[in-house]
């Protein structure tokens, strides 16, 4: 299995809602991230889980929430958004640092309304 | 902190070359990818180089000048499937990551 899956593929929500999104892989890759990506840009940085261990948070508001239960997901809850966090969520895996090539899951596509 | 310069736009014909360049000022450098995102899909990885010179892979080639903070990737025998935008990415270990360039959205026209 050599692929990252992300769940929902949408998702509508209401700045008053609470939502989760999903991510998983079976590679056996010890880091896993977070990207925003609007259009024609490129993807931004959010998170970054080693080893299960939150590594790398790029001052994202606490709307924004990470987990990792495990080695094989990683959750993004999401709690008041705003308008302008409308956009591509990327879930990315590398093997064991941070540094490695990493394999893309094909996204959320989020719009808060 | 670190800077990465792509061009934002290029366009070729199909069965032509394209060289798309990637200059970057990092400190603790330690390689460099290349990833390939078609218009509503996830980044596809290309190329990883952390020396000098040319790594070649099939129609696609990347290099690297470490010394002179420069990479290139080269498309070859262009199909209309190539366009795309291409990302590079510069591996910092100094700060634990990995940060991409504002890509280059390449056309490839008829």
């Known amino acids: 299995d050599t692929e990252v899956t992300q769940t929902p593929k949408h998702l509508v929500m209401g700045m008053t809602n609470k939502k989760s999104l999903k991510c998983e892989q079976h590679m056996g890759h010890r880091a896993m991230y977070w990207y925003k990506q609007k259009a024609k840009k490129p993807p931004e940085l959010m998170f970054v889980?080693?080893?299960?261990?939150?590594?790398i948070n790029e001052s994202v508001p606490s709307r924004f929430s990470p987990e990792c239960p495990n080695s094989s997901l990683l959750n993004l809850h999401l709690h008041a958004l705003q308008p302008e966090d409308s956009a591509l969520y990327l879930c990315?895996?590398?093997?064991?640092?941070?540094?490695?090539?990493?394999?893309f899951g094909p996204g959320t596509r989020l719009t808060v309304l | 902190g670190q800077n990465i310069d792509q061009p934002t736009e290029m366009t070729a014909t199909e069965g032509a070359i394209v060289q798309i360049n990637c200059t970057y000022q990092t400190s603790g450098f330690n390689g460099l990818f290349w990833y390939q995102q078609h218009a509503g899909e996830a980044p596809t990885f290309l190329s990883y180089n952390v020396l000098d010179g040319l790594e070649e892979k099939g129609r696609f080639s990347s290099f690297l000048s470490r010394s002179k903070g420069y990479s290139y990737l080269l498309l070859k025998e262009l199909q209309m499937k190539d366009s795309a935008s291409y990302l590079c990415a510069v591996v910092n270990t100094n700060a634990g990551k990995s940060t991409f360039g504002d890509g280059t959205t390449l056309t490839v026209k008829p």
């Open positions: 889980y080693s080893y299960e261990k939150l590594s």
């Open positions: 990315a895996s590398s093997q064991a640092t941070s540094f490695g090539e990493q394999f």
